[in-house]
């Protein structure tokens, strides 16, 4: 029997046994069990408590990530890149990446995610350019396919805070420079290792959105 909204006073009922049920959106029901006695008045309170979350064993997602690459040059090219020409100074870049992973989650404090990325690496550089190609600055675009592997750690309970590390086996899919005007494009992809192995390390916070939908924002 619906008996309505608490808080409910002066309600008058035979004496007895009685099981109620106090139920509200948004959070764990609760039943108990009490005893009316005659001719006298019971209180009865009870605190409920936000669901528990079950985290999901596995999962799957995408990501979009913005990214600040500077890439640096090994000692000893004395600034010579790509055999295309000399590097005078190089600066920072804004680039961009994308990945459809799985996130396997084996225990509420670690979990593993793999996938497949599509990332582009490189900056801006001034280069005084050799044989026929003009001098002046241009970007280096190289664009990569990896797997990357994470292992995360949730070290806070109850909180879906973690910190993360990986390795991320790439192969180089294209690879030029192209000058920021627009005039020029060089393929350089012969001059460079089609393989490269990244390391990752990060941090991130997982924000429930949904039933079995999260919203996750990392650093890496």
Known sequence: VD?????IEDLNIAPGEYTIRVEK???VGDTISTIIKPADKTYIAVTLLPPVREIPRTGFGFEAGVSL???SY???TGGDFANVGTIESVSSDIRFNGSVFIHINPHEKFAL???LRLSS????AEYTMYGDHESGEYRSNLWYLSVPILFKHYPLR???FFVCAGLEPAYLLKA???STEGSESIDIIEDLERTQFFMDLGLGFESYIGERTSLMISLY
């Open 3 to 7: 008996i309505g909204n608490t808080p």
């Open 25 to 27: 959106t948004g959070y």
């Open 69 to 71: 690459v500077s890439l």
């Open 74 to 76: 090994p000692d000893g």
């Open 113 to 115: 995610q793999t996938g």
């Open 121 to 124: 690496q490189g900056n801006k």
């Open 158 to 160: 109850g909180t879906r």
């Open 176 to 178: 030029s420079l192209s």
